[in-house]
């Protein structure tokens, strides 16, 4: 059977679109479109929604305006049939913008929240809440304010007054155990009890990105996907540098955020670094990530990590003498979770063994939990590091190739080799490709400058001497 005009056009058309994207976007925005027909140059087809409308026209409208105007002139116009859902009636919808495309008004179908397919509800069910997901432990009343999260915390209190204010997006980021995940959620909460109609959601980054693969392979659930997250009002994403490496997450994210933003939605992320810091993530997300504020939590002090561990003995409902928390405190000085995992140790050891809490039961679990003693670190090892950290083979690092990746690993193996090894200049040299003791002094001095001017290379030298530390 002959194909008719509306469809050889739009598979003329087609053979050019492919050509010009990637073969996964053509396989999610252009294979489920249908032409419907072809009259005075209105070339009409069938989209499954209006989210899947507005992209089209948002990355797309450039294309296939070439495209059509290439099949059908100058005078070429493209309608758009969108297909709301199985049970009801399509709405033609003209495309309303600029170029050689129709414009007229189109009453728009707005979306019913209580219908919208949520990621979280088994298929087939209906919904008329969603779970925030949220911890209750992680409260602002569990939250111990420090010097190391001031900035932070008070930010948070901020949105919880008034979500989507100047602090949009606010961008949490820290080391591994610092209260990230708990701020986070705090935020959450503290919205959800003053403003108990507003609709927050806190999800993992690496939970998003296992929706967003499930909603891609299977058929028009992205449109689903899509939509069920363009109705939060306050949006929590934790670790947020998962997204690295992963385009297509990265991009359904994107519009996301820009739907949420634009209507004064909240959007609170974290992660492990700072967004200028952050590598393989679309600069276009990364300049978003910038747009509200930056809140860097820190390692706690004493005086923060002693408060803590009193909050901590306080919830538990256990005295524990002061002399135990000081000495605790003193001790343990890493991160939160590290300093509430120590005692807790410390009351379990106690309860079972129906031993007081004494100083010197405190002495051993921390001996056992808590590495104290200095650990010797050898060149070798520090070439290790430094290799496996920028996937370079040991025997390239001291070979005498003069790339400029190579050069630089070189360059701070011997300037973490001066640092942390009794070795004189001359047997780091020996060690690291035969250089000589003016070599790895030159070396020293180059990463030392690069550290006070290049925040990612200073950046590079932190997370390899975290790793020399931790073993």
Same mark, same amino acid.
């Given at each position: 059977?002959?194909?008719?005009?509306?469809?050889?056009?739009?598979?003329?058309?087609?053979?050019?679109?492919?050509?010009?994207?990637?073969?996964? #976007?053509? !396989?999610?925005?252009?294979?489920?479109?249908?032409?419907?027909?072809?009259?005075?140059?209105?070339?009409?087809?069938?989209?499954?929604?209006?989210?899947?409308?507005?992209?089209?026209?948002?990355?797309?409208?450039?294309?296939?305006?070439?495209?059509?105007?290439?099949?059908?002139?100058?005078?070429?116009?493209?309608?758009?049939?969108?297909?709301?859902?199985?049970?009801? @009636?399509?709405?033609?919808?003209?495309?309303? !913008?600029?170029?050689?495309?129709?414009?007229? #008004?189109?009453?728009?179908?707005?979306?019913?929240?209580?219908?919208?397919?949520?990621?979280?509800?088994?298929? !087939?069910?209906?919904?008329?809440?969603?779970?925030?997901?949220?911890?209750?432990?992680?409260?602002?009343?569990?939250?111990?304010? !420090? #010097? $190391?999260?001031?900035?932070?915390?008070?930010?948070?209190?901020?949105?919880?007054?008034?979500?989507?204010?100047?602090?949009?997006?606010?961008?949490?980021?820290?080391?591994?155990?610092?209260?990230?995940?708990?701020?986070?959620?705090?935020?959450?909460?503290?919205?959800?009890?003053?403003?108990?109609?507003?609709?927050?959601?806190?999800? #993992?980054?690496?939970?998003?990105?296992?929706?967003?693969?499930?909603?891609?392979?299977?058929?028009?659930?992205?449109?689903?996907?899509?939509?069920?997250?363009?109705?939060?009002?306050?949006?929590?994403?934790?670790?947020?540098?998962?997204?690295?490496?992963?385009?297509?997450?990265?991009?359904?994210?994107?519009?996301?955020?820009?739907?949420?933003?634009?209507?004064? +939605? /909240?959007?609170?992320?974290?992660?492990?670094?700072?967004?200028?810091?952050?590598?393989?993530?679309?600069?276009?997300?990364?300049?978003?990530? @910038?747009?509200?504020?930056?809140?860097?939590?820190?390692?706690?002090?004493?005086?923060?990590?002693?408060?803590?561990?009193?909050?901590?003995?306080?919830?538990?409902?256990?005295?524990?003498?002061?002399?135990?928390?000081?000495?605790?405190?003193?001790?343990?000085? %890493?991160?939160?979770?590290?300093?509430?995992?120590?005692?807790?140790?410390?009351?379990?050891?106690?309860?079972?063994?129906?031993?007081?809490?004494?100083?010197?039961?405190?002495?051993?679990?921390?001996?056992?939990?808590?590495?104290?003693?200095?650990?010797?670190?050898?060149? /070798?090892?520090?070439? +290790?590091?430094? $290799?496996?950290?920028?996937?370079?083979? /040991?025997?390239?690092?001291?070979?005498?190739?003069?790339?400029?990746?190579? $050069?630089?690993?070189? /360059?701070?193996?011997?300037?973490?080799?001066?640092?942390?090894?009794?070795?004189?200049?001359?047997?780091?040299?020996?060690?690291?490709?035969?250089?000589?003791?003016? %070599?790895?002094?030159?070396?020293?001095?180059?990463? $030392?400058?690069?550290?006070?001017?290049?925040?990612?290379?200073?950046?590079?030298?932190?997370?390899?001497?975290? +790793?020399?530390?931790?073993?």
């Amino acid at each position: 059977m002959p194909l008719l005009p509306h469809q050889v056009v739009w598979n003329n058309c087609l053979t050019i679109i492919k050509d010009n994207i990637q073969p996964s #976007s053509f !396989g999610t925005w252009f294979e489920p479109i249908v032409p419907l027909k072809l009259k005075n140059n209105i070339l009409t087809i069938e989209v499954p929604s209006h989210f899947f409308r507005e992209y089209l026209e948002e990355n797309f409208i450039d294309l296939l305006g070439h495209c059509l105007r290439k099949e059908l002139g100058n005078s070429a116009k493209l309608e758009y049939y969108v297909k709301v859902d199985s049970c009801s @009636k399509g709405v033609p919808m003209p495309h309303q !913008g600029q170029g050689h495309f129709q414009n007229k #008004s189109i009453p728009f179908t707005r979306i019913n929240k209580n219908e919208i397919a949520s990621p979280y509800v088994v298929p !087939g069910l209906r919904q008329v809440k969603i779970d925030p997901r949220l911890n209750a432990a992680y409260s602002f009343d569990n939250f111990v304010e !420090g #010097s $190391c999260n001031r900035l932070a915390r008070t930010a948070g209190l901020s949105i919880a007054e008034k979500p989507g204010g100047p602090f949009n997006p606010l961008f949490i980021y820290g080391g591994s155990g610092l209260g990230k995940t708990h701020l986070a959620q705090a935020i959450g909460i503290e919205i959800k009890k003053r403003l108990p109609n507003k609709i927050v959601l806190y999800v #993992s980054a690496n939970l998003f990105q296992i929706q967003f693969m499930d909603a891609v392979n299977i058929k028009n659930k992205l449109t689903d996907f899509m939509r069920f997250y363009q109705m939060i009002d306050v949006l929590i994403i934790d670790d947020v540098q998962e997204f690295a490496g992963k385009p297509g997450t990265q991009n359904a994210y994107f519009n996301i955020f820009n739907h949420l933003h634009q209507l004064g +939605k /909240q959007l609170i992320l974290t992660s492990d670094k700072a967004p200028v810091d952050l590598r393989d993530l679309d600069d276009r997300l990364l300049s978003r990530f @910038k747009w509200g504020l930056s809140a860097e939590l820190q390692s706690p002090d004493y005086a923060t990590r002693l408060a803590i561990l009193e909050k901590k003995s306080y919830n538990e409902g256990v005295e524990v003498p002061q002399e135990v928390l000081k000495f605790i405190a003193k001790q343990v000085t %890493t991160n939160v979770r590290e300093i509430e995992g120590t005692l807790c140790s410390l009351l379990a050891q106690a309860t079972f063994n129906k031993k007081p809490v004494t100083l010197q039961l405190a002495q051993v679990i921390t001996d056992r939990l808590v590495n104290n003693t200095p650990k010797e670190i050898t060149v /070798q090892e520090i070439q +290790k590091i430094v $290799c496996n950290y920028f996937g370079i083979p /040991q025997d390239v690092l001291v070979s005498k190739t003069r790339k400029r990746e190579i $050069c630089q690993a070189r /360059q701070i193996a011997m300037y973490l080799s001066r640092n942390h090894t009794k070795n004189s200049l001359a047997t780091i040299g020996a060690l690291i490709g035969g250089k000589d003791h003016a %070599t790895v002094l030159h070396s020293y001095n180059t990463v $030392c400058n690069l550290m006070d001017t290049d925040r990612m290379f200073r950046q590079y030298v932190t997370d390899i001497e975290r +790793k020399l530390k931790n073993g």
